[in-house]
């Protein structure tokens, strides 16, 4: 196998690991079990139909991924999608497939992302019997903390992503509060609480910039044919209260 990572990056703040260090310890394998139906009171960003809640990223105009048999799936090389709707403290759900093909190692299986607020990413990706850098492993806050385990059903399974997601808040150009996510995958607690050091990226630590208080979904276009389905959100209030 090839090597895993890199070792010339930046050292992560508070850790002894360098971002997407392939020595990093792998997160442990556990075996996760079914799926669950929108609350009454949720948003729904895609019911399987069509894409018109969503919008190209790249230009506002149309989003161009395919839409068939209640899923969309990504058309690589037309760039990612985002809603239009924009929400900041949230609950989501998002449900994924990866490719029944399981080609490629590494990054290069079923590659793709959710990206709260247009800014902040949770890995998608094939890591079933597919290792990579820890803080690029699927549902990994990318680049910044792996997983707790590694919870992935085998290629062509429909997977899970249930988010908790706490925005961060801002005072002029001050970071008052640091965004916070929880997220279960496949049922499966992977981030308690998990503070963000700031925006997700490849081979580099961001820092904080103010940004507005809600922002769209955003899903990637990463050059694979990944299927989403069922997603949808319940914005969430009391945090500052």
Request: proline fraction near 11%; charged fraction near 20%; charge should be negative.
């Amino acid at each position: 196998m090839s090597k895993i990572g890199y070792d010339d990056t930046p050292f992560l703040p508070n850790a002894p690991y360098r971002v997407h260090d392939g020595t990093r310890p792998q997160p442990p394998v556990v075996t996760p079990g079914a799926y669950g139906e929108p609350p009454s009171d949720a948003v729904v960003l895609f019911d399987g139909k069509d894409l018109s809640g969503w919008v190209s990223a790249r230009d506002g105009g149309e989003a161009k991924w395919k839409v068939e048999n209640g899923y969309m799936e990504v058309v690589p090389g037309t760039g990612d999608i985002e809603t239009k709707e924009h929400f900041g403290d949230c609950q989501l759900h998002v449900e994924w497939m990866a490719s029944v093909e399981a080609t490629g190692e590494s990054q290069g299986r079923s590659n793709s992302g959710v990206f709260l607020m247009g800014r902040y990413e949770i890995q998608v990706l094939d890591c079933y019997h597919n290792p990579t850098y820890p803080d690029g492993t699927t549902a990994a806050i990318y680049g910044q903390y792996p997983p707790l385990v590694n919870a992935c059903r085998p290629p062509g399974e429909w997977q899970t992503y249930d988010i908790i997601w706490e925005a961060p808040r801002f005072d002029g150009e001050t970071l008052v509060k640091p965004a916070y996510v929880t997220v279960l995958f496949n049922g499966i607690v992977v981030h308690h609480r998990t503070e963000l050091i700031g925006p997700t990226t490849h081979r580099a630590i961001l820092p904080y910039q103010p940004h507005p208080p809600t922002g769209p979904l955003r899903l990637q276009d990463h050059g694979d044919p990944v299927r989403f389905r069922n997603i949808w959100y319940r914005p969430l209030k009391g945090y500052d209260e």
